[in-house]
């Protein structure tokens, strides 16, 4: 690499809302494929853990009716903001997955702490911790595999937390079963998310205004 390559000052790429529309072209012609082809060869699977966990951040999203005009970013320190600035870290699980099993899935989700990326520059910084309010783990309970649909929101249950009670999770700093999860908080369903969410995030606030030493 050359001294002019290497001292280039690339700036952060916005990406912008794509309809699935856009047509692929080769030289200014078009090849007869779209975006929406690319989406639906790619995501259409959404079993799958990858996309099973982005789609549920977009589930919590409509729960707490995010602006879905905006793109998900990939590299954020948290994965949701609700329009009352409540950070929110999202974690999926399922005992059903996309591969032919023997048994269903173990269900754990990680909580492991993180340093914040800096877009501007592409490193990490900062110590390694949770940056988000409040957790939500996501459960796709549905154990029949002739009729699960994560789409049917009513084959789903949430766990939601304040990130001070992950803090002090004292078994594990890097994961968490379900066992032990159903012992800090009650299962809920969809309806109830978004009043469990800000109920959660207030209990946080209370919380670091608690250990907060005051002069």
């Not at 595999?145 to 009513?154: A, F, G, R, V």
């Amino acid at each position: 690499m050359n001294n002019k390559e290497s001292s280039l000052n690339l700036l952060p790429i916005e990406a912008t809302l794509k309809s699935g529309e856009e047509k692929l072209t080769y030289n200014g012609n078009n090849i007869g494929y779209k975006l929406i082809n690319f989406w639906q060869w790619s995501v259409s699977d959404i079993l799958s853990n990858a996309t099973r966990g982005r789609f549920a951040e977009f589930i919590v999203g409509t729960a707490i009716e995010f602006d879905n005009a905006a793109v998900r970013d990939e590299w954020g320190a948290y994965d949701l903001e609700s329009k009352k600035g409540i950070k929110i870290e999202v974690k999926s699980a399922s005992y059903i997955q996309s591969w032919s099993q023997k048994n269903y899935s173990a269900i754990t989700f990680s909580i492991k702490t993180s340093k914040y990326w800096n877009t501007e520059n592409g490193m990490s910084i900062g110590t390694a911790k949770r940056h988000a309010d409040v957790y939500v783990f996501c459960l796709l309970k549905n154990k029949d595999q002739e009729n699960i649909d994560p789409m049917k929101l009513e084959q789903w249950s949430f766990f939601v937390l304040p990130t001070y009670k992950i803090d002090g999770y004292t078994r594990s700093q890097s994961s968490i079963t379900l066992n032990s999860l159903s012992k800090l908080v009650n299962e809920i369903q969809y309806s109830e998310l978004r009043e469990e969410i800000n109920r959660a995030y207030l209990e946080q606030i209370k919380s670091l205004s608690k250990n907060t030493i005051k002069p």
